[in-house]
């Protein structure tokens, strides 16, 4: 008997008010993976994120995680429950420093406290220099990674990145690409929303296409690599 994957949403439909984003979209994760949800701008990435997260809930449909219903939860009981959101537009504490934005994202998880300060430091030595500097004073790439590493401070079993390359310069998307893979080789589960499918094919080990709300393709990350069709008529390369 397979064991359930970390994450899976079945069949969920989403709406805004009347508008229906989401029909009836699939999607698994299974822990170690890093899965990369690509598409096209609006193609309904940030709401399936959304609807995982609790902040647009699903009007039907399931969402489990390790084999718990999640959907229909507030958001901070999903987050308790070991669901990491890291937003597009990161909401770093403008007015905290660095490492009291760490400290306010410091949480047990459902596996428990492996993500302390000292090894927050370790994995993102960027972020021990600047320990003392006021959030609002980084860059767009510092904010990120102090929005991703005060997220791991709540040590949850799924980490979702919606957008993490967007707006930033090619030199820290590198920066963040290698974190990533970092964080895969220590055993964190990721599920990242991105348009870049370049910076995807570098950093994720599997890829689902979504297009008009709906899943269309899903393989490993290399079966995408190989496959000229989907990336040509979804991804627009």
Same mark, same amino acid.
């Given at each position: 008997?397979?064991?359930?994957?970390?994450?899976?949403?079945?069949?969920?439909?989403?709406?805004?008010?009347?508008?229906?984003?989401?029909?009836?979209?699939?999607?698994?994760?299974?822990?170690?993976?890093?899965?990369?949800?690509?598409?096209?701008?609006?193609?309904?990435?940030?709401?399936?994120?959304?609807?995982?997260?609790?902040?647009?809930?699903?009007? !039907? =449909?399931?969402?489990?995680?390790? &084999? /718990?219903?999640?959907?229909?939860? @507030?958001?901070?009981?999903?987050? *308790?429950?070991? $669901?990491?959101?890291?937003?597009?537009?990161?909401?770093?504490?403008?007015?905290?420093?660095?490492?009291?934005?760490?400290?306010?994202?410091?949480?047990?998880?459902? !596996? =428990?406290?492996?993500?302390?300060? &000292? /090894?927050?430091?370790?994995?993102? @030595?960027?972020?021990?220099?600047? *320990?003392?500097? $006021?959030?609002?004073?980084?860059?767009?790439?510092?904010?990120?990674?102090?929005?991703?590493?005060?997220?791991?401070?709540?040590?949850?079993?799924?980490?979702?990145?919606?957008?993490?390359?967007?707006?930033?310069?090619?030199?820290?998307?590198?920066?963040?690409?290698?974190?990533?893979? *970092?964080?895969?080789?220590?055993?964190?589960?990721?599920?990242?929303?991105?348009?870049?499918?370049?910076?995807?094919?570098?950093?994720?080990?599997?890829?689902?296409?979504?297009?008009?709300?709906?899943?269309?393709?899903?393989?490993?990350?290399?079966?995408?690599?190989?496959?000229?069709?989907?990336?040509? *008529?979804?991804?627009?390369?």
């Amino acid at each position: 008997m397979s064991k359930a994957p970390l994450l899976q949403v079945e069949s969920i439909n989403v709406f805004y008010g009347t508008s229906q984003i989401l029909f009836g979209l699939d999607l698994s994760v299974e822990r170690g993976q890093v899965v990369a949800l690509l598409g096209r701008n609006g193609a309904g990435k940030s709401t399936t994120f959304k609807a995982i997260a609790g902040i647009a809930p699903p009007r !039907s =449909g399931a969402i489990t995680l390790n &084999e /718990r219903r999640i959907a229909g939860l @507030p958001p901070h009981r999903i987050s *308790r429950s070991g $669901i990491g959101y890291v937003p597009e537009d990161r909401q770093v504490f403008p007015d905290h420093t660095v490492e009291d934005n760490l400290l306010i994202g410091q949480k047990k998880g459902p !596996s =428990g406290s492996h993500w302390t300060l &000292e /090894r927050i430091y370790e994995v993102f @030595p960027i972020l021990a220099r600047m *320990r003392d500097r $006021i959030a609002g004073r980084l860059s767009g790439g510092e904010q990120q990674m102090l929005t991703i590493a005060r997220t791991l401070m709540g040590n949850p079993d799924l980490l979702l990145l919606d957008e993490p390359s967007e707006g930033l310069a090619p030199i820290i998307v590198q920066s963040i690409g290698d974190l990533i893979r *970092r964080l895969h080789e220590m055993g964190v589960t990721v599920l990242m929303a991105e348009q870049n499918m370049h910076f995807c094919l570098k950093v994720a080990t599997h890829a689902a296409v979504i297009d008009k709300g709906r899943i269309v393709y899903r393989d490993t990350i290399e079966g995408l690599r190989a496959n000229d069709e989907v990336k040509r *008529r979804y991804l627009a390369i």
